[in-house]
Each structure stands twice: as C-alpha cells, then as structure tokens.
C-alpha cells in the first residue's frame, strides 16, 4: 500500500514526474464518501515480537490468499557509505543473492521451485530490502534462505561473485544513464544536498568507487550492518503470530547479534541562493525544473507539502494543469510532487515547454504560477479531490500482502523509519485533517527559500556519468526508484560475520508442506439491454471494484496511412465529454477518487475504471459519459497533438523504442496490422495531418456496443451492478456507420537475415533486439513454447540471463519473450549490453540458441524448477482483483474455458523434456533479423565480424 510519501512523483531513474503516484486517482457530482469514512478503511491489523537477537517481526494475517509476503528490511542505505565507498549498499544488495553457506546457488532457484512471486531486493538512501511472496506451504523455505543469507553468508562470498556483481551493477548504472534523463538523478542529490551531506550522492555510486570495492571491503559491510539487531521481518499473509513466532525463532534465533549501527548525521539543507543550471540530453523539448529540499516523512509537514503538490501539479486539474496546458498552452506537460526519504526529501515542479514557445516564457509563468499559488493556497475542494484521490490508491493496495507495495511493504516502513508499524495512520490523519490554511503556510515555509532551477535542454550531452553518482568534490530525486537486483526495464518483477552456531537443521533445503490449489473466483455472465456481455467475478477483500470496458480494436485497427489515431482520440477522450470539459471531468473524477483512463495494446482498445464501492454508482455513470460522448473539442485536438508529437520525439531519443520501431515493420512488413511501431503513437506526418472528423469517425467505427464488452471485478454482486450498467449503457445504440475491420491475411514476409544498425553517438550502452514472426497464433496451446522460452531466456534463471549478466557481467539483464497478441505471434531477444561486448553478446546469444535447439535441449533440473515454479505460482498471481480481471480477460480474449487455470496445473505436470524441445525447435528454428542500437563507431567494427549483412537503420516515422 503506497503511503503519502508516494503520493508524489514516481520519477524512475530517467523519465518524468507524473501526478502524485498511482494512487493519486482522479471521478462526479454525486456525493461522495466523506473522506474520514475512506481513512477508517485503511487498516492493517498486525502483532509483533523481538527476538533475544533484536530482530523486530511484524505478522500480518490476512487468509484470502495461500500465500505469505516475506519482507526484510536492513536500515542501511547509501547514506550510510563513507567517501570513497559509494554503490556499496545496492553492490551488496547483489551479492546476497549469488548464495549462502548452506544455499551455495543463485537465490532465485528454490525460490522458483516453490512458485515465488514478487521477488527482488532494493536498495535506497536509507534502507536494503530483500522480498518475495510463497505458498504457505513454502514459508520455511523462504525464512530459511533469508536466514542463511542474514546469518551464514560470508563463506560463501568470493571475488569472482564479487567481480561479476560489480560488472552487473555497473552495466545497471549504464543501462539507467543511457535513457533520456538519465542523469537527473545526479543532478537533483548533488545540488540539493551540499558535499558531506549523506544524501549528496545518489544510490548507483561511481564507477570509480564501484571499481575500488574490495572483498574485504564488502565483507566489513556486511558484518557492520547486517546483524538482526538492525533488521526488521514482516510476514503478511496466510500465517498467524503462534506460527510465525515457532518459524522465525527456529530460523533466525541462532544468529548473532550485529554492532549497534550508527546513523549518520542529517538536516534539511538551504541553498545560499537561488542556483540556475543548465544541461543538454537527448530529449524532445526543453524541460524547466524549480526544486527545494524539504523535511524527511516524520516531520508534520511532510503530508501538507504533498497536499500542496498534489494541488499545484499532481492532480488531473491541478492548478498548473489548467494554466499552463489547457487555459494557455505553453507546456506539452507539467507536473509537482514530493519525495520524502526519513531524513529529509526533496520536491520538485516542473514544465516541459510547447516546442515553438520560448523557454523564458514558460519559466516565467510558472515561476508565476508557483507565486500565485503560494499567495492564495488551495481550497477546501482542491484538498478534498487529492485526499480522495489519495485514498481510493491506499484502499486499492490493502489487497496485497507483499511485493514492491502491499501490506507489508507500509508495516515494514513504519517500523524502520517511525518505529511504529501503524504510521500510516498518523499519516492519513494528517492528510485527512489538513486545511487550505495549514498546507499553505506550510508550502511558504518551504518553496519560498532559495530555489535550483535546472533547464533540461535538447542537444547532444557533454557529459556521461561514467564519473557521477560519487561524493563529488563540487555542489553542482521525486520518488527516485530504488535500485533493483531484477531488472525492471524488463517487466521484472519476480518469480541476491557468518559465524552463527546454527541449531536450525541446514544441511539440506526445507521441504515443501502440502500446497494448495488455485481456487479461481467464479465467473458469472448477464448480458445488458442492448446486448453488452458482461463477465463478472466477486472479490470481496476490499471495499472497490474495478471495471473495463473492451473494444475489439487495438492499435491494429490504426489507418496505415493515419498511424497514431487511436493514441490520439484516446489523448483527446480525456479532455472531456459533451457535458464537461477537460477540468470539470478530471474534478469529477477526483472528487469520487475513481480512476478512469483509456489505453489500447495490439489488439484491444479499453477503457478502465477504479471505483471505490459507495461511490460505484457515479463512477459508472462518469465512465459512460467518458466512453460515449466525448466531446472531440477542435481545439483541444491541437493541444494534445502537440503532446502525442512530444512524446513520439522522446519515443525516437529512446533506444529500446527505437529498436522496437525498427524491428517491428520489418518482421511483419508495413502494410501487416501488427507491422506498425508497437507503442501506437504513429509517426509525426500522420499525427500532424489528423483531424477532428478523422477522430470522430474513428470512434463511431471501433468505440461502439456492437463492439464491447464489459468486465467487472470487485465488491458488489453480478445482478447489481447490471443494474447500473444497464442504467449507463443499456440504452446506447450503435452508429449507422459499419464496424471496423482489420486485415490479418495481409502477407507476412520472409525474413531476411541482416543487422540493422541505428547510430546513437556516446551510448555507454547498445541495446540489441533480435526476432522472428511465429507460425503460432495467442489461441494456440502454448504452454511448451513459452515453457521453452521461459527456460532458455524469458526469465532471471535462463540461459541466456544467466550467462550475460551472471556469467559474463556484460549486462543488467538480457530477456527473451513470445508475444501475447491474437493473431500471429512474434519471438523477441533484447539484450540492452555495455558498448564494448555488443559484437560478443550477439555471438553469445547465437551460440546458447544453437546449443538450446541442438544436442543442449532441455535438462531434467529445468524442467523440473519450470514445472514446479508455474504450478506454484498460481494462487499468488491472483492475489489482487486486477489479476483475477487480467485473468478473466485472457480466458475471454483466447477463447478458453472458464475453468482454464484451475486446469493449468495439470497441463503443466504432463510436459515432457522432448515436448518442450519439440515446440522449441518448430518455433525457433530459422532466420532472425538483428537490430542494433548504440554508438556506431565503437559497434559496427564488431559488428561486421559477424557474417551477417549490416545496414544502417532508421526507427518508422
């Protein structure tokens, strides 16, 4: 559950500041529910002990699920790294997961044996965590590994493990640097905070001291940090306090405690002056920031200057929204949020400036803006739309016991940083509590001191930051995401002194207690008035339901000489209904704190909505306002194409989207439906040229009740919520104009086996892609394919991983995937690779597949661990609502039974080594077309080593 400290921005590493975090929702008149009857929603019962050792354990019971969140929590973070040291926090983080005394292999390995989900480690400013979610029936695995890790580690570390973990992060740092924006997290921590502060340099550290790390180096951070005295364990889920207390004593008792560790010594800092700097990336448009430390998360103004952000740039309507973007359109986007960390933060306003606008002027109107809001403050119904806002988010997340924010995840934070695990009470009290008054008091306090200005400018850069990220010599984050041990760029989100005398029995691994099945919530179906399918399902663990709307339509339903339409009703949708505008629909949405959005993939076009169960009735009616009359405003139309064209340009500055742009048109030919750039923005002649009429006409093809269906998961019953469905869409009939209709029998071509190279002068890093179009379709039974990529790259224990980032150390994270559309199915390699090893990464890649396709098939070991992990994992994949929707929606879009995953196990037990090699060998086997995207003056020589044909590249546009 996000606490109000995410209520701001979470600025991955390199992208923008968006509105204050997912849970900042946004939703009609009809009244709401008052805000303190969500805040007395919000609760986490939970018990806790101490071990003799000083290990602190919070449990958590919650039986909707047969699974246990583990969590543990180090309170040692980068803040804690002397001079010279820097990335050592995150560096060991990686070490933990390379084994243990009595665990010597990857940690990843049992875990997937018992069907772990949500398993990584972070590592922040304050705080290590290491977590993952498993079957009941697994816990004393999991508390086991945790244990040896925490207890009986450093026999286990050696120099090898400690050379590849440094090249691993140090192609992480490269793989975050590379991205536009991807040295703004060294801006922010090096000018905010002054030289000697402990939060002056950033997590990832410098090359230089990442370098300088030596295994005795590591090993004193271990035995000076990781003691149970300085830890806390949280166990959310399927357990309770009589059987935690029995497991945790049994696994972690015996291990010593550590020295006390010391925190260092903080402040709030203040710049002298107003500081101005300004530096060139790889981006679209100028982008202006206006920042200011501020207080850590247990000060009391932490959650009014988040109110106040929430107010000035997080919300839909926020105040900067409405006079920079809508009323007067000098910015493409604009945004505010803040960041607590527990000794300090930062907060963080920013424009990015309309291109053909001068950037002075929009640095003028929002120093103006910034101004005006601090001389007038926010009203009560500005609070009351971010408070609700907030709180449907909060609600939501009560469904989830573990992972990078569920239950146990707020438990875990309240107790290192505030030493109360219910500190989220204190925090929504505040929220709850805080008027126009306070928050503006409060936001003068601290946004009218000394501000840096830092102007992102389009350019080539003139600085890498090889160098950055050390306790630099000179004063040159939002939620700056923690560095991750799994690579999130890839969707990865989970299935890294020793001298304890052990009385726990370790000589071999916990066996697995008898696991329970999936028990899939029933799947009901009614049909509207009109027609309109409904599938339901009830889930009942939270007060909200979720609803999507679905089209048979999707980006390839784009015109292929009109590509970017949909992206571009879709952005233009949101901008408001026949009825209300752009401001009044975001207020709406606001104040009944629903979410309501519009998205597409390859084949589908949905509309969702997040409701909050007293409001569901508003909410629904909000909806079908948004879905069947939008009011396609002509001058709206011109605001958000020059927002689609903003973000097609940042798309082309991307090299994983530059990759896919290429690739994509090439495997399926350009006149294919699937052959367009995959994000759906088009290409910039196209989007320039649409019009009104072409987007309204779109609509009336593809946005349709002839064409829908609605799905619906959550707190309510089948035959109530046909009611209101009825009432919102019952009536709503469709156009004279025909149905749209794509054309899947479009010829694909044969592939032509060749590298295409695109230049991307000074990339510390290339991003390489390789693919082919399958003969199999998404209806298929798939299971052996995907098995067999899962086995030879789809995954963090594959060959193909485990040899590039694990072995060799050339990369953060290499993966390989089978798509999920429809109709014909792609197989995509991407291997983002540190730029001097892209030639021996493609040779590496050739040769693990011709050995997987070979005499190397599948081995016993493997398909053991993906049996049993795919088995396993599915109680706990559908855990929340929105799985069980994302689950029902599969069945639906494939054609499956309803009975589908409850049956999966069984398909699952009956793969064989030869099946699996067998749907390998069909689907892989043949030619692949490279893409290559890096500096060409250090690839292409290795690249034409390679015999195949290189040709320069250019991304569709």
């Known amino acids: 559950m996000p606490r109000p400290s995410r209520f701001a921005i979470a600025l991955a590493l390199s992208t923008a500041l968006v509105a204050a975090g997912s849970a900042l929702a946004k939703s009609k008149e009809a009244k709401p529910a008052p805000i303190a009857d969500l805040v007395k929603a919000v609760d986490i019962p939970y018990q806790s002990f101490t071990l003799d050792n000083g290990l602190r354990v919070i449990v958590h019971e919650d039986r909707k699920a047969p699974v246990v969140a583990v969590s543990v929590w180090y309170r040692v973070g980068s803040k804690n790294e002397p001079a010279g040291k820097t990335g050592f926090a995150h560096l060991f983080e990686h070490l933990m997961f390379n084994g243990s005394e009595n665990a010597p292999g990857d940690f990843f390995e049992p875990l997937q044996q018992v069907g772990a989900t949500d398993s990584n480690g972070t590592t922040n400013v304050d705080r290590t965590n290491y977590f993952e979610t498993v079957p009941t029936a697994a816990l004393d695995r999991a508390l086991f590994l945790e244990s040896d890790r925490m207890g009986h580690l450093l026999g286990a570390v050696t120099q090898e ?307 950055r990220g050390g306790a630099v010599t000179e004063g040159k984050v939002s939620a700056v995401a923690p560095d991750r041990y799994w690579n ?256 899947f029998e479009t010829p694909i071509p044969t592939p032509t086996p060749r590298i295409l190279l695109f230049d991307r002068p000074k990339s510390p890093q290339s991003v390489i892609m390789a693919g082919k179009v399958l003969t199999a379709r998404g209806s298929d039974e798939l299971e052996p394919l995907r098995a067999a990529n899962d086995i030879f790259g789809g995954n963090f224990l594959s060959r193909f991983n485990m040899n590039l980032r694990e072995t060799k150390g050339w990369s953060y994270g290499v993966r390989s995937r089978v798509s999920n559309d429809r109709d014909r199915l792609t197989w995509v390699a991407i291997a983002p690779v540190q730029a001097d090893r892209t030639g021996d990464s493609i040779k590496e890649f050739q040769s693990d597949l011709k050995a997987f396709l070979g005499d190397k098939g599948v081995t016993k070991e493997e398909l053991e661990r993906t049996v049993n992990g795919s088995v396993r994992e599915l109680p706990g994949s559908f855990e929340t609502s929105e799985d069980v929707l994302g689950g029902i929606r599969q069945i639906v879009k494939f054609g499956r039974p309803d009975t589908y995953y409850e049956t999966l196990p069984a398909t699952y037990e009956a793969m064989t080594t030869d099946a699996i090699d067998a749907a390998a060998k069909q689907a892989l086997t043949g030619d692949l077309v490279y893409v290559v995207v890096g500096d060409a003056a250090v690839v292409k020589p290795q690249l034409d080593g390679l015999g195949l044909p290189v040709e320069i590249a250019k991304p569709a546009n």
């Open 488 to 743: 999130p760029a890839l969707g990865d989100v989970g299935p890294d002194s020793g001298a304890a005398t052990s009385f726990a029995d370790r000589s071999q691994m916990p066996p697995v207690a008898e696991l329970k099945s999936l028990d899939f919530p029933a799947i009901e179906r009614a049909k509207l008035r009109n027609g309109i399918e409904i599938v339901f399902a009830r889930r009942t663990t939270v007060p909200t339901v979720n609803v999507t709307v679905s089209f048979d339509a999707g980006y390839a339903a784009d015109p292929h000489d009109a590509l970017g339409t949909q992206s571009l009703m879709l952005s233009l949708m949101d901008e408001g209904t026949t009825s209300r505008n752009s401001i009044a629909f975001a207020e709406a949405k606001e104040r009944l704190g629903a979410q309501i959005d519009g998205s597409a993939t390859a084949d589908e076009t949905v509309f969702n909505l997040f409701a909050l169960k007293p409001n569901l009735g508003a909410s629904l009616g909000l909806l079908a306002d948004y879905i069947r009359n939008p009011a396609f405003d002509a001058q709206e139309l011109d605001r958000v194409r020059a927002q689609q064209l903003n973000r097609l340009k940042a798309e082309l500055n991307n090299p994983n989207a530059i990759a896919s742009r290429v690739l994509m048109p090439v495997l399926y030919g350009a006149d294919h439906p699937y052959g367009i750039p995959p994000s759906g923005l088009g290409t910039t002649s196209a989007v320039t040229a649409v019009t009104r009429e072409q987007l309204a006409a779109f609509h009336a093809a593809w946005i349709r009740p002839d064409n829908a269906r609605i799905f619906v998961v959550g707190d309510t019953t089948l035959a109530e919520v046909k009611k209101q469905l009825d009432g919102a869409f019952g009536d709503w009939k469709a156009p004279a104009a025909a149905k749209g209709s794509k054309h």
């Open 161 to 467: 493990k400690l050379d590849n973990q440094r090249g691993v992060v140090q192609n992480e740092k490269r793989q975050g640097d590379n991205n536009p924006y991807g040295l703004l997290r060294y801006e922010i921590f090096e000018n905010l905070f002054p030289k000697g502060h402990p939060y002056h340099h950033s997590t990832i550290g410098s090359m230089t001291d990442l370098n300088s790390a030596s295994l005795a180096d590591v090993k004193k951070w271990f035995t000076d940090n990781y003691g149970p005295n300085n830890a806390v364990l949280v166990l959310a889920g399927d357990v309770d306090l009589a059987t935690a207390k029995a497991k945790v004593t049994e696994w972690f008792g015996d291990i010593p405690r550590g020295p006390q560790v010391k925190a260092p010594q903080t402040s709030v800092p203040t710049l002298p002056a107003p500081l101005a700097k300004e530096v060139k990336d790889l981006i679209p448009t100028t982008r202006l920031y206006r920042m200011w430390a501020i207080p850590g998360l247990n000060d009391a103004d932490s959650v009014p200057l988040q109110m106040a952000t929430a107010v000035l740039g997080g919300l839909s309507s926020s105040r900067l929204d409405n006079a920079m973007v809508r009323k007067d359109p000098v910015a493409v986007s604009v945004g505010a949020g803040a960041q607590t960390m527990e000794d300090a933060g930062f907060l963080i306003v920013q424009a990015d400036v309309k291109p053909g606008v001068d950037p002075k002027v929009v640095g003028d109107k929002l120093d103006a803006e910034i101004a005006k809001f601090l001389a007038e403050g926010p009203t009560a119904d500005e609070l009351q739309r971010a408070a609700a806002s907030y709180l449907g988010g909060t609600i939501s997340g009560l469904e989830s016991v573990g992972g990078f924010g569920g239950k146990a995840v707020t438990l875990a934070e309240g107790a290192l940083y505030s030493n109360d695990p219910a500190y989220y009470k204190t925090e929504l009290d505040r929220l709850a509590k805080a008027t126009p008054e306070q928050v503006k008091a409060v936001a003068n306090k601290w946004m009218s001191r000394p501000v840096f200005s830092l102007n992102y400018t389009p350019g080539e850069r003139t600085e890498g930051g090889e160098n």
